[in-house]
């Protein structure tokens, strides 16, 4: 869908299957604005210098994803949700500024990058609950965070991604590293005010010349 104006109130954009883009200027009424993929194949690309001021909602089906493919694609908003399934969100490449990423009650949000250049993004994060995880990294590339991770859920790097978390962070969830992952050092604070560290698998943290305290690391599951 490319060329004019996408006008939405309420619902959003929906991929069923296969893979839908929209380059379209995205506007809306609504409070909120659904960037749904209901396919675990299913690919939604969102192109747009969009000017909904809407909260963005990442729903769907585990596995399928949303990618980005313009800087403003999000919006004018300054709210990003993962609300229900484990849909992955793709900076492709592509930094993200002004935006706060809330992962809500019994949600995993997927953060990643599968371009080939680093994606930074330096808005802040928001684990709201202690059963909200936000997974992160990239798959060819890093993907940093450099805003404030704020509250009580937990933060991890995922199946040989890597993240580089750069801010001065108080979530006091469990950071851990998972599946051959990188987790990269870029504050003293950058692990939050928890007191351990997991490391699931083989998987790397790389202090990068950071004191980051007295802090408990846990191997688990034969890892090294």
Do not use: C, M, P
Not at 177 to 187: A, E, M, P, Q, Y
């Amino acid at each position: 869908l490319t060329g004019g104006t996408l006008v939405l109130g309420a619902g959003g954009v929906r991929a069923d299957r296969g893979t839908l883009t929209v380059d379209s200027v995205i506007t809306n009424s609504a409070a909120t604005l659904q960037l749904n993929v209901q396919s675990a194949t299913g690919l939604l690309i969102v192109g747009g210098n969009n000017t909904y001021t809407a909260t963005s909602e990442i729903r769907g089906v585990a596995g399928g994803t949303v990618r980005l493919n313009h800087a403003g694609a999000l919006g004018t908003g300054s709210s990003v949700q993962f609300v229900n399934g484990s849909v992955l969100l793709d900076l492709n490449g592509i930094g993200v500024s002004g935006r706060t990423i809330t992962v809500n009650a019994n949600q995993t949000g997927f953060l990643g990058n599968t371009a080939a250049t680093k994606s930074v993004w330096s808005g802040n994060v928001n684990l709201a609950n202690a059963t909200g995880f936000l997974r992160a990294g990239g798959t060819n590339a890093e993907v940093e965070i450099s805003g404030n991770i704020s509250g009580i859920g937990g933060l991890q790097s995922f199946d040989g991604g890597t993240l580089r978390v750069a801010g001065d962070n108080t979530y006091s969830g469990t950071t851990s590293v998972r599946n051959g992952s990188t987790l990269i050092v870029g504050h003293s604070n950058a692990l939050g005010s928890v007191s351990h560290t997991n490391f699931i698998q083989a998987s790397t943290l790389d202090l990068n010349g950071f004191d980051i305290g007295s802090r408990i690391i846990t191997l688990q599951d034969n890892a090294s």
